[in-house]
């Protein structure tokens, strides 16, 4: 079933599309800072203690939900073929709030602070649009585009989850590999469970 599928697809694409935002600009960004602190590159107006600064609040995060996305992505695929929707969030539950609860925590300050850098020189802003044309990015994805992707995932478990249930709904009756006759209680254990991964998730987005 497709809605099924979507989990891991996303999922995967996600890790892709992460990998991207990790070569493209978060090393770039480190590096430059490094840079310009050591003289080798300067910046009119910026220096490279506030761009270091900028790159470690945005992007610290980055490699742990990576490494679990990655993971998360096999076990979406593993309940695909199950069904077991329920034990596969609710076994992750901890990880996905503590993964993207961080990120989250950290995303509003760390734009907001790279928006300031971006006003102060446009050097910064060049420097930017020199890493999305990078070849490695093929598909041109800007930086607000890729960061913004951990942020919404969670939100996003749910309104799959809830497709999910409607697709099913709509096939009562009929027999779908690796479903039993308990799958609407099931499912909605699991959507309960990502809407409370959610919920947690945007309490670190608040002040």
Same mark, same amino acid.
């Given at each position: 079933m497709q809605a099924a599928a979507e989990f891991g697809e996303t999922e995967e694409r996600m890790v892709v599309d992460l990998n991207i935002l990790a070569e493209v600009f978060a090393a770039p960004l480190?590096?430059?800072?490094?840079?310009?602190?050591?003289?080798?590159? +300067?910046?009119?107006?910026?220096?490279?203690? =506030?761009?270091?600064? %900028?790159?470690?609040q945005l992007f610290s995060p980055l490699d742990d939900i990576v490494s679990f996305a990655s993971r998360f992505a096999a076990a979406l695929r593993a309940a695909e073929q199950s069904g077991n929707w329920r034990s596969c969030f609710e076994t992750h539950e901890l990880e996905l709030v503590r993964c993207y609860g961080?990120?989250?925590?950290?995303?509003?300050?760390?734009?907001?602070?790279?928006?300031?850098?971006?006003?102060?020189?446009?050097? +910064?802003?060049?420097?930017?649009?020199?890493? =999305?044309?990078?070849? %490695?990015n093929t598909r041109r994805l800007t930086l607000a585009s890729l960061a913004i992707l951990p942020v919404q995932r969670a939100p996003r478990y749910v309104l799959l989850l809830s497709e999910l249930?409607?697709?099913?709904?709509?096939?009562?009756?009929v027999c779908c590999r690796g479903w039993s006759g308990n799958d609407a209680s099931a499912l909605a254990a699991a959507e309960a469970c990502a809407r409370r991964v959610a919920t947690a998730v945007n309490d670190h987005a608040l002040p």
């Open positions: 480190r590096l430059w800072g490094s840079q310009i602190d050591a003289g080798v590159a +300067v910046v009119d107006g910026v220096d490279g203690a =506030e761009v270091s600064s %900028a790159a470690q961080c990120y989250v925590a950290s995303y509003t300050a760390a734009w907001d602070e790279l928006a300031t850098l971006r006003a102060k020189s446009k050097t +910064v802003e060049a420097f930017l649009k020199c890493c =999305e044309l990078q070849p %490695a249930r409607r697709r099913l709904g709509e096939q009562s009756g």
